[in-house]
């Protein structure tokens, strides 16, 4: 489409290399989310994890069109289970021997998915939940490891909980200090035990971003893997970033509980490119490149120096993620919606100056555009067509220190009308606003800030109907523009 190339951030006068043949560093793989208004055919991002010669990915559910795609692969493969599911898991071990049949063993055939770990829940135990999935987690773990036990898979994956770096903490910040958190410290250990007697994987999602997120005083190269960062020594072990603190948090946690060698798998890390003054692509970029040079010495942490196994989160874009936590998760993609790399990133870990590999075969709704009808819009009373545009689109982009967040008050409305019209697949009655809208066949994007054509997505099963009633997703944002306004 046209301005494709613009949307590659940052990449100034840089040389854009293709990616070459070079190996990638091992131990680690992608996560891979649908919770997209558009999805990309699986088919098609099967593909790009070929071009990039990515092996590992790790899924949040057991999608059958995103596990055929998988299919024959040689892939390395880790199954979700959504956090929905756990209750009726612990209920009954029979529907647990049902969600492995269904989910697992009819995929463990030759020329199949090389399933390597089922996660059970996602972060099932964030302090946001309020203990909601505390009883039924253990249980469901225990059962979906006994199902997979009793139907020959052990020897060939492991079950596992990806937990939020939220369960274990530091009373002064000190790895050597890291314990489990009190309100759910007795599960954990009850669970870290059965790990430990069935050889299973302590699954961990680290995010360095949000040390910057949540703390304002927070250093900020403290956040980075490059060794630019202040060093704070403990138990005679320095570290530089706090990726490695928190590691290590978890590794003393563990041992307080008398573990003193479990797998630690690093479940999601990585690093959102918009929605927040430090969510830029050329953090992003900076980000990636200290991780994969790290991952490439085969080095780990001060207290566990061995490789790591990690995660990159995420692969694509997700323009229906829950804002919650901040507008910047649906922009945690090395990838936009469509595919299209948006930083430099070398997979080898060699540092060099390359752009991965984008999606082929994409195909774009028509090239137009929803904006502003200046022959008939009063701005005094477009308040409420940019509210229902944004809690039906995506928004996220306007928030302050994003890209788009130095539009005029014209080019704001018109930002918000595009994300609903697009949504919507283009439909003229979504460009309306009681004449306040109107299609146009230029390209509305100014400057960084790109106004998307939406692709034609990759399923119709992802249409869902915009539940974002149960969340309060757009309140930060419509603060903003409101003030704009």
């Avoid at 059965?194 to 949000?210: A, E, K, M, Q």
């Avoid at 530089?240 to 008398?258: C, H, M, R, S």
Wanted: charged residues 20%.
């Amino acid at each position: 489409m046209a301005g494709r190339a613009a949307m590659l951030v940052n990449v100034g006068t840089v040389i854009m290399t293709v990616l070459t043949l070079a190996s990638l560093v091992g131990g680690f793989g992608v996560n891979w989310g649908n919770i997209a208004s558009h999805p990309l055919n699986p088919n098609i991002v099967v593909q790009m994890l070929k071009d990039n010669k990515i092996n590992k990915v790790k899924l949040f559910d057991a999608d059958s069109w995103t596990m055929n795609a998988l299919a024959g692969t040689g892939m390395e493969v880790m199954v979700g289970i959504p956090n929905n599911l756990l209750e009726t898991l612990a209920d009954d071990y029979d529907n647990a021997k049902d969600w492995v049949k269904e989910n697992v063993t009819q995929y463990m055939r030759k020329g199949g998915v090389d399933i390597k770990y089922v996660a059970v829940g996602n972060e099932p135990f964030l302090s946001a939940y309020n203990g909601s999935f505390l009883k039924t987690t253990f249980p469901a773990l225990k059962n979906i490891h006994k199902a997979l036990k009793e139907a020959g898979h052990t020897d060939k994956m492991k079950a596992t909980i990806p937990q939020n770096a939220e369960v274990y903490q530091s009373a002064n910040d000190k790895p050597s200090e890291g314990d489990f958190r009190k309100d759910v410290k007795q599960t954990m250990l009850d669970i870290v035990n059965f790990f430990h007697d069935n050889d299973l994987p302590f699954t961990v999602n680290i995010y360095p971003f949000l040390s910057l997120y949540l703390n304002e005083h927070f250093p900020v190269e403290f956040a980075f893997l490059d060794g630019n960062g202040q060093t704070m020594t403990d138990k005679g072990k320095n570290y530089d970033n706090v990726f490695d603190a928190n590691y290590d948090t978890l590794v003393y946690a563990l041992k307080k509980a008398g573990i003193h060698d479990m797998k630690i798998i690093v479940g999601e890390v990585g690093w959102p490119t918009d929605g927040h003054k430090y969510a830029t692509p050329k953090l992003a970029e900076k980000f990636y490149a200290g991780l994969m040079k790290r991952l490439a010495k085969d080095g780990g942490t001060p207290t566990r120096p061995e490789r790591l196994e990690v995660y990159l989160f995420g692969f694509l874009d997700e323009d229906m993620k829950s804002i919650l936590p901040g507008p910047f998760e649906r922009h945690w993609g090395i990838f936009r919606y469509d595919g299209t790399p948006k930083f430099m990133l070398d997979f080898t870990g060699q540092g060099r100056q390359m752009v991965p590999v984008a999606a082929k075969g994409v195909q774009y709704l028509e090239k137009q555009w929803c904006v502003v009808n200046n022959d008939t819009v009063n701005l005094d009373e477009v308040g409420p067509d940019l509210d229902y545009a944004c809690y039906h689109g995506d928004c996220t982009a306007m928030e302050a220190g994003s890209t788009c967040s130095k539009l005029t008050k014209v080019q704001n409305i018109s930002y918000a009308f595009n994300m609903y019209f697009q949504i919507q697949d283009q439909d003229v009655r979504a460009c309306d606003f009681k004449g306040a809208a109107m299609i146009t066949k230029v390209n509305a994007s100014v400057g960084s800030c790109l106004f998307p054509v939406q692709i034609v997505s990759g399923s119709d099963d992802f249409r869902i109907n915009f539940v974002f009633g149960r969340f309060v997703v757009f309140g930060l944002v419509l603060l903003g523009l409101l003030t704009v306004i």
